[in-house]
């Protein structure tokens, strides 16, 4: 998680946070009741009535979400995986609208700059970005995608979000 610290600077300096909380506060943002439902074995979050202005992550399978008015991501202990409050945070600084109305396709090449830009160890973020559906037409994910494909696909991305000036150069930017 030594990510954490210099994703946390930027997003001060954006106006926003990236937080760390206990997971008594996060249920009571997420209107959590008992985990209920599984994926791979992992228990996620039974969303039941979050805090007007919060989006728990549904793909989450540790506690994750958003204030997206208040350019803040939320998460619960120190073993959370950095590539998913990545995620999310492109959702806070890289989207103009909330997580319910968003398109995360533009966003993808902000996240793989992002990672980058951090320092964090790659093979995290390819091992986290695995499920992330690449095709919506068939269903591909990135995992599904050979290393060259994988290579074209993130250039595509980068050069999307430089033209969306989500990047400019190797650095993320904030467009909110």
Known sequence: MTVIGPLSEMARSWGGAIRCVSEDVFNKYAGAGEPSRTHDGQ???????????????????????????RKQVIYTGENMPWPDIV??????????????????????????????????????????????????????TFGDLSPSRRHLLLQERIHAARDLKLVVGDVPQCIR
């Open 87 to 140: 995620h999310e945070a492109a959702h806070v600084f890289a989207c103009k609208v909330n997580p319910n109305r968003s398109n995360e396709w533009p966003f993808l090449g902000w996240e793989y700059a992002m990672a980058k830009y951090l320092g964090g160890p790659m093979t995290d973020w390819f091992k986290y970005m695995r499920d992330y559906v690449v095709d919506g037409k068939r269903g591909d």
């Open 43 to 69: 228990a996620w979050i039974t969303q039941l009535n979050p805090v007007k202005g919060f989006y728990p992550a549904p793909f989450s399978t540790k506690n994750l979400g958003i204030f997206w008015s």
